[in-house]
């Protein structure tokens, strides 16, 4: 499915052929729009002969009969309205978007009676269908016999019916945002490692100057004068060179302190030297999840001018083995000065992170530092597709993380730290080494990280389950998620805009 729409708000409609989308609750008889649909009031019957309800996400397909001024109408079930989440009204969008096809213009009907803002919900339900529409079709050349008809010709003119329509309209302002942030990030991960390497993911960032983010790209030499060398070890091996790109939105007052993000940006990840087994390697495409996220979020505060002074900075490299690659045994030293034991090539992650924040710390001396990255494949284990882990050394930073991870459904597990496993990445022969063996693998990874982060309000988010390969829903159906875009513009949304 590919199709893009061009989605309005009105107050009412002129219905004159195509699709007509009405929502209906399991409270009420008649589905939301159908008396202005169709007079003959079909729908009572034919719902009654399906004992369609409107239970959640249910739906009832109908050809509309002779005389209808639609010629197909869709009910979809709510559940009970008034219980309806943000989420909720994203699925529902999402599921409504799955049912257009071969159509022009489409009009839907969203007020449901009872609930709360309805020009909030409405302007969910039109995020959940931008968010659905994606699909990463980039490298097919031939289109499948189901495509849609309309497919890369013009959008579906969606006309979405609502009392308050242009509080909608204003709303959906900042959901377009949103989804063209969710969007970017996915694609970064979708795209083939070929093609998306380190200065072609800086490229990319540098398009976002066109939103008014200022964005600066260090070349390896630039990242040698600052002694990165534990990002430029993992880099060595790769003849593609690495990238560090610091990205710059001033949306707030000059005073503010920046919030900042760093991502992991491992382009391709086979783990060096340390080398993967070759079953599933082609995933480790998408390694740079964490600086797509970033990517992604820095897109989505420019383009709705959130009023916050943010700080994206990520770290891209290849990890390859070569006779140049790095070694396990070698030592490295970070920009901190800290010095490092490589044991395995293949914790080459918090290696470049770990330089990307102390840099960030350094030089922006932010309030805050969230960090994403497809860190440990143990965060699978402990925490499946359905929670990224959390690790924060800031209770404060830790709740407005939860919180928001509930309201966008990008949802987070606290885990861990502690001394006790700090101790578990000393080393023999240096300050300290890059893993800390098979067991508690999440969580002494961001115990290296913390020794970067000094006192600064830092988390990590281990997003090595969310990010790529997660469970496809009714708002994704892309491999590469886009996990974390809407998690932390809601972040910044709640807490931090002047
Ligand atoms: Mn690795
Ligand atoms: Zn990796």
Redo the contacts with the bound molecule.
């Keep these: 499915m590919s199709v893009k729409f061009e989605i309005s708000f009105a107050k009412s409609v002129r219905l004159n052929g195509g699709l007509a989308i009405l929502l209906k609750d399991t409270e009420s008889d008649l589905p939301v729009g159908a008396d202005s649909a169709d007079p003959a009031n079909v729908f009572a019957k034919a719902s009654r002969i399906v004992r369609f309800t409107g239970k959640g996400l249910t739906t009832l397909d109908m050809v509309a009969p002779e005389g209808s001024p639609v010629d197909r109408v869709i009910v979809i079930g709510t559940g009970k309205a008034k219980e309806l989440s943000a989420h909720d009204w994203l699925k529902l969008g999402g599921s409504a978007a799955s049912k257009i096809r071969n159509v022009e213009k489409v009009s839907i009907f969203v007020d449901v009676p009872g609930i709360d803002s309805p020009a909030k919900a409405a302007a969910d339900f039109a995020l959940g269908m931008l968010l659905r529409a994606y699909s990463f079709d980039t490298y097919k050349t031939k289109k499948g016999d189901d495509e849609d008809k309309n497919n890369g010709q013009k959008p579906v003119k969606v006309t979405i019916v609502t009392a308050d329509h242009s509080a909608a309209k204003k709303l959906f302002a900042d959901s377009e945002a949103i989804a063209d942030g969710v969007v970017l990030a996915r694609d970064l991960v979708n795209e083939p490692p070929n093609v998306l390497g380190p200065v072609e993911f800086a490229a990319k960032a540098k398009e976002l100057e066109k939103l008014g983010v200022e964005v600066e790209i260090l070349t390896e030499r630039e990242m040698r004068r600052l002694n990165m060398g534990a990002l430029l070890g993992v880099a060595q091996g790769s003849v593609r060179p690495p990238r560090l790109v610091i990205m710059q939105w001033k949306g707030g007052k000059a005073k503010d302190k920046p919030v900042a993000f760093i991502g992991k940006g491992v382009v391709f ?1 086979t ?1 060096g030297i340390s080398i993967k087994p070759a079953a599933g390697m082609e995933d480790m495409k998408g390694d740079m999840g964490g600086a797509a996220a970033v990517t992604g979020l820095m897109h989505t505060l420019a383009a709705r001018g959130a009023k916050v002074n943010a700080i994206g900075v990520i770290g891209l490299v290849e ?1 390859m083995p070569d006779g140049n690659a790095q070694r396990p045994g070698d030592i490295v030293t970070s920009m901190s000065g800290q010095t490092i034991e490589v044991i395995n090539t ?4 918090r290696l470049v992170l770990c330089d990307a924040l102390w840099y960030t710390n350094d030089r922006f001396k932010p309030q805050f530092m969230i960090n994403l990255a497809t860190l440990t494949g143990a965060i699978l284990v402990a925490l499946g597709n359905l929670h990224a882990g959390l690790f924060c050394n800031d209770d404060k930073l830790a709740s407005e993380l939860t919180a928001a991870g509930l309201v966008t459904y990008e949802r987070l597990w606290r885990m861990p730290l502690g001394k006790d496993y700090d101790k578990m990445i000393d080393s023999k022969f240096a300050d300290m080494k890059n893993t800390g063996g098979r067991h508690a693998g999440s969580i002494t990874a961001a115990q290296f990280l913390k020794r970067f982060v000094q006192d600064t309000p830092w988390a990590h988010l281990d997003i090595a389950g969310t990010a790529m390969g997660s469970i496809q829903d009714e708002i994704n159906q892309s491999w590469g998620s886009g996990f974390g875009v809407r998690l932390l513009d809601e972040l910044v949304r709640a807490n931090y805009e002047s």
Excluded: S
């Design positions: 990840d783990g990890n293949d914790a080459e992650g």
